[in-house]
């Protein structure tokens, strides 16, 4: 006889993914993913039930009011894919109250920027997520970098296609060339940007707009960039080491009044957020000189571009807000070759970074103090833990599965690899630079 899980009564709770996964867990250790408001947890004993959770004997919530996160809970998943409601609402509990947003005075007209390459199947659910955003004044500009064929020329201009959607071509490769064509290209007050590799929530603009809210001189805000799938030992280990995806608590950042808690600020860029999720003021970008085109994916750097634009907002005399409400969720690499290809471009970007910071007189003093210890604290720093149905830490744990001994070798070597990375950035930086010098000479002849 076949058994099947009872389908749900329609007052029963059920709470969707975060992401569509390609392809089902088979790691034993697989965590689902997914949100829930603090208020519709239900007040009697009842099962939630968790869509699609074949396969997951652990849950991650983030827990919201509203906009607003409070923190993420992990469940255990029963067999039938539901959790208990009581136990979620203890988790619930010991949670931090949520620190509500500023509402707006009004919502700035805003391009979204999503650059992307050669990724059309991922792109497809990003842009789907950006286009279904409340926000009554929005453009989304696509920017195809240097690609290989012309699968995301026809996935954005097919007959029938959104016409707040416009396609860019730009034959330049790396991703800072993208994203200064975006804003060339952008007609919008505000630039948001995101990744291809991403899943915005509904209010992303919104609560982007309240981190502007915070002050007359914010010129950049950044958001919550969450793990959306956790479905191999690879993606687990990744969402255990960064800072970013779980900054929960709003900050505005200035020079003017430095954190008396970061003792690396002005070079916190673990901090500030990351490229995946932040926006700025278009006018901010382009009297910034836009992003340095040295830097970044596709570049010899290999990345950086991200936290030497939030740096430069922050020495420039700006301010830059962290707004968790502005909530993104991304896909991680899910194996450890890709962790490997990722790690060398974080190392490389990060050391190319830290050489122009160090070539700057205004900048040399503060680099040389504080880019060692910048440096230990990006690649091993702590990570805030997650709240277990138990009270414990559940996500600082050590990820466990078959072949464990072997996984943790091929970590390791992931982390070998990046502080190699760091210094091989040095060098990479001089010679990206070159090459950004002579594309811009042999333009003036053509000119």
């Given at each position: 006889m076949t058994h099947t899980a009872p389908r749900p009564s329609p007052s029963r709770l059920v709470l969707e993914r975060t992401m569509a996964s390609p392809e089902p867990p088979t790691w034993p250790g697989a965590v689902w993913v997914g949100a829930v408001d603090?208020?519709?947890?239900?007040?009697?004993?009842e099962r939630i039930v968790l869509a699609d959770a074949s396969g997951h004997r652990t849950a991650r919530l983030l827990v919201r009011e509203g906009t607003a996160p409070r923190g993420f809970v992990d469940l255990s998943v029963d067999a039938d894919g539901t959790v208990d409601a009581a136990e979620l609402r203890a988790a619930v509990a010991r949670l931090p109250a949520a620190e509500h947003p500023p509402v707006p005075v009004r919502l700035p007209s805003t391009s979204v920027v999503l650059c992307t390459r050669d990724r059309a199947d991922q792109l497809a659910e990003a842009l789907r997520s950006v286009l279904a955003l409340d926000h009554p004044d929005l453009e989304v500009?696509?920017?195809d970098n240097?690609?290989?064929?012309?699968?995301?020329?026809?996935?954005?201009?097919?007959p029938g296609t959104d016409p707040r959607v416009r396609y860019v071509l730009e034959p330049v490769p790396g991703l800072s060339s993208a994203r200064n064509a975006g804003v060339r290209a952008a007609r919008g007050e505000v630039v948001a940007f995101t990744d291809d590799d991403v899943v915005v929530d509904r209010g992303w603009l919104r609560a982007v707009a309240s981190g502007f809210a915070r002050g007359e001189d914010v010129v950049c805000v950044s958001g919550l960039v969450a793990s959306g799938e956790l479905r191999t030992p690879a993606q687990r280990w990744f969402d255990e080491r960064v800072t970013w995806?779980?900054?929960?608590?709003?900050?505005?950042?200035?020079?003017?009044?430095?954190?008396?808690?970061?003792?690396?600020?002005?070079?916190?860029?673990?901090?500030?957020?990351?490229?995946?999720?932040?926006a700025m003021r278009r006018e901010a970008v382009l009297a910034l000189g836009g992003f340095d085109e040295a830097l970044g994916v596709g570049t010899a750097t290999g990345g950086g571009e991200d936290i030497d634009m939030f740096a430069r907002v922050v020495l420039g005399g700006a301010a830059?807000?962290?707004?968790?409400?502005?909530?993104?969720?991304?896909?991680?690499?899910?194996?450890?070759?890709?962790?490997?290809?990722?790690?060398?471009?974080?190392?490389?970007?990060?050391?190319?970074?830290?050489?122009?910071?160090?070539m700057r007189p205004r900048t040399l003093g503060l680099a040389l103090v504080r880019a060692p210890r910048a440096l230990r604290h990006l690649l091993a720093g702590p990570v805030t833990p997650v709240v277990d149905a138990a009270g414990g830490a559940a996500a600082t744990a050590?990820?466990?599965?078959?072949?464990?001994?072997?996984?943790?070798?091929?970590?390791?070597?992931?982390?070998?690899v990046e502080l190699r990375a760091v210094v091989r950035g040095v060098v990479r930086y001089a010679r990206s630079r070159r090459t950004v010098r002579a594309r811009a000479a042999a333009a003036r002849r053509t000119a």
């Open positions: 603090a208020q519709d947890v239900p007040v009697g004993h500009v696509v920017v240097a690609p290989s064929d012309d699968a995301t020329r026809r996935l954005v201009t097919a995806s779980r900054n929960l608590v709003p900050r505005v950042f200035r020079l003017a009044t430095p954190p008396t808690d970061r003792p690396l600020f002005p070079f916190s860029v673990g901090d500030y957020g990351t490229g995946a999720n932040f830059l807000v962290v707004e968790p409400s502005a909530l993104v969720w991304h896909r991680h690499r899910a194996d450890v070759a890709a962790l490997r290809t990722q790690a060398v471009g974080y190392g490389t970007g990060l050391g190319a970074w830290l050489t122009k910071t160090a050590p990820v466990r599965t078959a072949g464990d001994a072997a996984f943790d070798r091929e970590v390791a070597a992931v982390r070998g």
